[in-house]
């Protein structure tokens, strides 16, 4: 009986996953990826593919956002922890390290899936993410 809500918890994770993931007839999605669409209200079953920080930034165009390169604004070498305290711009940012996509908001409040305490993860790209007025 101790072990019944982790047997449901593990089905219900592996129907979701089932339901996202590659071989499934739904296109290739990352957690990462669905974490920071999903902080737009943009929900997993209006894409298909989400594996790349360029996927991301293609489908936030699609859906009426605007996407700047904000990379020349850092210093070069820039690690997300110092970005946070350096005084950017408000806006919410996606941000690009390697093998990962994370957010930070207007708050300076992350938004990823594997968060740190001191986080030294090299900056590769960084947009400024705003939605345009229609």
Known sequence: MANNWKQKWRQETARENAATNAGHGNGFK??????????FAIVASEFKY???????????RRK????????SSIAKGSTVGGVKRQGLERG???????GHVLLINENMTLVDTDSRVID??????????KKLVS
């Open 30 to 39: 990352t957690a990462c990826t669905r974490a920071v669409l999903r902080y």
């Open 50 to 60: 989400s594996q790349t920080c360029i996927d991301v930034v293609s489908i936030l």
């Open 64 to 71: 009426g956002f605007s996407v700047r390169s904000r990379l």
């Open 92 to 98: 919410t940012y996606l941000i690009h390290v390697d």
């Open 120 to 129: 030294r993860r090299k900056i590769k790209k960084i947009w400024l993410v």
